[in-house]
Each structure stands twice: as structure tokens, then as C-alpha cells.
């Protein structure tokens, strides 16, 4: 039920309503985010195991999709994962996350580093 | 043996039981039963249908180096038959064994292990922290142990060159290396000068045969530690937690029992080793092993693992950190944190350090605080050449606590023109305040 004084937005509002927020998944520092679709032209990167989303260099732990079905792509310097069915992101140290059927950003968490202005002032967080 | 398992409560308490004997035997610094571990070996060998091997005992990975080396002169190495060319360093190398000469067929581990996985009793997983432990043992001996051998024998090659230069035998020893023209060559240049060749000769050729980097690295990548191999322990606990049911095939079961049997008994009995055909290089135990309640490598006072040798890893639960976090926790300081770019090793830091003290004595403000997390400033003096920019960070903590309840606690720098935690955490991700909102987060 809509409330009174609530704005409905019609054709001629000169702005649009907010886009909603895309479904994400959060698991330490990686995040999936829905993507509608995944790029036409992205690279599928070549599987043998388990899919690894992000490896950790002091601990030798990883974020990882183990089922069959799942893919990685790349384009354009990001990297995306299609789940054809249900896929469990496991990690040693958190609790796994059920990933529904999708298309999905993988985001790394960043970390600002400041830096001359022609180089970008992030950096990927390392742990 | 019961085609559907045991019942769930008993395979639990299984599962316990054979954690429990699993750490144990990776904790172990017992003295190696050199005739049982051989014994675990020889069955290997035959398994593969090879030759009883020679043994040569080594105490540690520097004596294993300089073994591998002379043992690896005409003779191959071992490899696993199932894998070819470059195993790589990521964590797949140590989940499918692919560097393991006695490796498993990995399609078979595969499977069983998913299948496993559908059994297990709640919220039980057998890989992880082994694995996890694995490729950290086989990464601090591929990275540090590797160039801490090089160093130190580059040390003992100026030693000994000192030494050769002094000893009375030097010059019978470039009699020796310069042959026939002895005479001829001394009255031309001098008989210092050729002995100073020679004494350079027979260094340069001890240098290669024992001294390059990249073969250190080779050698220490071939050791296999079968205690911290978590295909083992993995394979090992489908017939000892959930029954042998797992083996499809009867007819292939017995023998696919014993494989594994063979695996698990050289895992308990030895330390390490390097397998060639012929001759199998056996490592000791190392000196001390440290692990946490989670299974984790861990110790608060001292390195987690070390041999006779002095190789030592530091790690704080899992966690590979520089020695002096752990030795000297005192020398720990505000800036040594603010240049850790590693997330994970500044957290043991801080950890080390006390939150409130750095926030204290870093002279930190609130900015904000939500339930995604807390934001801090730090303002640093200008300099002559440019004015500051002041030090913004988000404090973040794990969503999944620790098995003693407590939560790891991240620190993570943000753009300083950030005034708000959501869009701190926002921004980590490449996202704005009003898009980071996860449904599930762990």
C-alpha cells in the first residue's frame, strides 16, 4: 500500500528512481555482485580443479567454487563467474556462502594507497 | 561393513577421534622409527611397481639440499604419473597432489571426496586447514629456506676461500687443476697468479654444482612432507569416518584400502623425503611444531615449526609473519604498522600491539561508526613540500568469530575524503554507499 506524500515516479519526472540494489554476497574480502549479464565478449579462463576466486599469500587459504558446472571470465580487467546451478564459495576460515544460479562480478576488496595522479591511488588488499 | 554408513552421532565423534590423531601426527617431534619409516617407503616403491630404493637419512631441509643435489646427478626423480610439466605454487598444487610422487589418481580423490563431503556429519570438512597448512609449510621452504641456505653457504664459500688461500696444500692443489703447463705458465706470470686462478677454478665449479638459487628452489619444491599432505588425511578419514561403503567398486576396494593405508603409515613414520628411482633422500621430523585448536600452525613464543638446522616458520594461527612479531613484540611500532602492506600480517600486529594503544598513541579520531564498521583519522604534521593528507582508515571485523569467540579485527586505509563508515566499506569494493548491501556475508 502506498503511503500518502510517498513520490510515484512517472515518465516526466526529470529523475529516474534509484536503480535497485544489486543482489551481493559478501565473504571476507571477496564480494559477488549479480551482474545482469556477463559481457558477450569476455575470455572464459581455462579450468583444471576447483575454481579459485582469491588466494591468500600469508595464509595459503583461498575463496573457492568447487562445483563442476561453474565458470570464470575476464574482460577488461575484471573478472566475472557464472554459476549454472547452486554453487557453495568456500573458505577455511568462514562460514560458506550459497551462491544462487547467476552472473557475477568478482570483487576484491581494495585498499587506498596514495599514489602521483597518473597511477591509480588503490591497491588490492594482500593478507 | 554397513553399506549406508555408520549412524550419524557415531560418525562424529569418528570424525573427532580422527582429527585428533591426525594433528597429533603433525605435531609430532618424536624421533623417527627409521625402520618403519623405511618399511612405509619400500611398499611404495612396489606399489609403483619399482625397485626396493637405497635410503640416506638427512636431519634437516639444508643437509636434504645438499643430498637432493648429489643424489639428483644421473638419476631421475620420481614424478607423479597422473600429472605433467609444471605442477605451479597455487593452492590447486597442494589440493590435487600434483607434485606428490605417490600422488593419487586425482579423478578418484575427486570424487570421493565430494562424496565425503554429501556424508559428512555437520559442518564437518576434512581439507582447509590442511590444506591450508600445507601450502604454507611448502611455501616457507620453497621461499625462505631456499635463499637462507644460499646466504649462508655463500658465507662458507668466502670462509673456505680464505682457508684455501692459507693452506699449505694450495699450491700441490693448482699443480693439480693447471696440469702440464705448470712449469711453463709459473715462469711466464708468477706463481701466485696461477694459484689464484686455480683457487678461483675449483670455487667457481663448487658454486655450480651446489649453489644456484633457482636449483634450491627445484630441490625444496620436490620435498614432499607427508604429514601436511591433506589428500591423506582426507582419503584417510572416508574409511575410518564414514566406512568403506565409499569405495564403489567392490572389487577395487581392498586395494584402493591399502593405498591409502600405505600412504597414511609413511605420513605417521617419517618427516619428509625426496623419492628418485633408485634412492630415496628421508627427511627427520622437524624440532618443534606448534598448532592452535583449530589446527592451525601457531606458536606465541617461538616458530612454529624448526628444524636442527635452525630453518624456522613464524606463523600466528595460520598466519605467516616476519620472526620479531613473534620474538619481539616490543619492537612492534605505530609506523612498522603503517607500513605492513599485508592486511593479514598488520592485523597480528595491531593484534601484538593493542587496538587501544594504537589508536592512543597513533593519536586517532572517530569519525563515524555504523554497523558495517568504524572510521578513523589520523592527522599528520605538513611538510615543507606538501601539505597532509590526513590518514583515514576503516576498522572491519570478520563476520565468521573464531573458535574461542573472539573476532579478527582488520584495519584498512580509505580515500581521506571518506566522512562515513558504510561508504568506507563501500568504497573497498568499488562500490557507493547506497550499492554495498550484501544479502549473506561470512
Known amino acids: ?127 | 561393513m554397513d553399506v549406508h554408513g555408520f549412524p550419524p552421532m557415531q560418525k562424529t565423534e569418528r570424525a573427532e577421534a580422527w582429527v585428533a590423531a591426525w594433528r597429533a601426527v603433525q605435531a609430532s617431534t618424536a624421533r623417527v622409527d627409521r625402520d618403519r619409516a623405511e618399511r612405509a617407503m619400500v611398499a611404495l616403491y612396489r606399489e609403483r611397481g619399482l625397485e626396493t630404493p637405497r635410503f640416506l637419512w638427512v636431519s634437516d631441509p639444508t643437509d636434504g639440499l645438499m643430498a637432493w643435489h648429489l643424489a639428483s646427478r644421473g638419476r631421475e626423480p620420481l614424478r607423479n604419473p597422473y600429472t605433467r610439466g609444471d605442477t605451479g605454487t597455487g593452492g590447486n598444487r597442494s589440493l590435487y597432489q600434483l607434485h606428490d610422487p605417490f600422488g593419487f589418481d586425482p579423478a578418484w580423490v575427486y570424487r570421493a571426496l565430494r562424496r565425503a563431503q554429501e556424508l559428512a556429519p555437520g559442518g564437518f570438512r576434512f581439507d582447509g586447514t590442511y590444506t591450508a597448512n600445507g601450502i604454507a609449510v611448502w611455501r616457507w621452504l620453497t621461499e625462505q629456506v631456499g635463499s637462507n641456505v644460499h646466504a649462508e653457504r655463500h658465507a662458507a664459500r668466502e670462509a673456505g676461500a680464505a682457508e684455501l688461500e692459507r693452506s699449505a696444500q694450495t699450491e700441490s692443489l693448482a699443480r693439480l687443476v693447471i696440469g702440464d703447463r705448470w712449469e711453463s705458465l709459473s715462469a711466464l706470470v708468477g706463481k701466485e697468479l696461477l694459484v689464484d686462478v686455480a683457487v678461483r677454478a675449483v670455487l667457481r665449479s663448487t658454486e655450480e654444482i651446489l649453489d644456484t638459487l633457482g636449483s634450491q628452489q627445484e630441490a625444496l619444491r620436490a620435498l614432499t612432507l607427508p604429514q601436511f599432505d591433506q589428500v591423506t588425511v582426507a582419503m584417510g578419514a572416508l574409511p575410518h569416518v564414514m566406512g568403506a561403503a565409499l569405495w564403489r567398486q567392490l572389487d577395487e576396494r581392498a586395494e584402493r584400502t591399502a593405498m591409502v593405508e600405505r600412504r597414511l603409515e609413511l605420513a605417521r613414520s617419517a618427516g619428509g623425503f625426496w623419492a628418485f628411482d633408485g634412492l630415496a633422500v628421508m627427511l627427520d621430523r622437524p624440532t618443534a611444531a606448534g598448532f592452535d585448536e583449530r589446527g592451525r600452525l601457531h606458536r606465541d613464543d617461538g616458530p612454529a615449526l624448526s628444524y636442527p638446522d635452525g630453518s624456522a616458520l613464524w606463523m600466528n594461527h595460520g598466519v605467516e609473519v616476519p620472526e620479531s612479531i613473534i620474538s619481539d613484540p616490543g619492537s612492534i611500532t605505530v609506523e612498522a604498522i603503517d607500513g605492513e602492506s599485508n592486511a593479514e600480517i598488520r592485523r597480528v600486529m595491531i593484534e601484538r600491539f593493542g587496538p587501544e594503544r594504537l589508536i592512543r598513541e597513533a593519536g586517532a579520531r572517530l569519525l563515524d561508526e555504523d554497523e558495517t564498521g568504524r572510521l578513523w583519522a589520523r592527522q599528520f604534521p605538513s611538510s615543507r613540500w606538501r601539505p597532509s593528507e590526513p590518514l583515514v582508515m576503516v576498522e572491519v571485523q570478520n563476520s565468521t568469530p573464531e573458535p574461542d569467540g573472539s573476532v579478527r579485527t582488520y584495519f584498512l586505509r580509505v580515500p581521506p575524503s571518506i566522512r562515513n563508515a558504510r561508504a568506507a566499506v563501500a568504497w573497498t569494493f568499488g562500490l557507493d554507499r547506497s550499492g554495498y548491501e550484501p544479502v549473506v556475508e561470512t
Open chain 1, 1 to 127: 500500500m502506498i503511503q500518502r506524500g510517498t513520490r510515484l515516479h512517472r515518465s516526466n519526472d526529470p529523475v529516474p528512481p534509484a536503480a535497485p540494489v544489486p543482489l551481493s554476497f559478501r565473504q571476507g574480502d571477496v564480494l559477488l555482485v549479480e551482474v545482469y549479464e556477463i559481457p558477450e565478449e569476455a575470455e572464459p579462463e581455462p579450468r583444471s580443479g576447483r575454481i579459485v576466486l582469491a588466494e591468500g599469500e600469508a595464509t595459503g587459504h583461498a575463496h573457492a567454487i568447487h562445483e563442476r558446472d561453474a565458470r570464470t571470465f575476464t574482460y577488461e580487467g575484471e573478472r566475472f563467474l557464472l554459476t549454472r546451478s547452486k554453487a557453495q564459495l568456500i573458505h577455511e576460515e568462514h562460514d560458506p556462502i550459497e551462491v544462487p544460479q547467476g552472473s557475477w562480478r568478482i570483487v576484491i576488496q581494495r585498499e587506498y594507497e596514495p599514489a602521483p595522479a597518473d597511477r591509480p591511488q588503490w591497491r588490492p588488499v594482500v593478507d
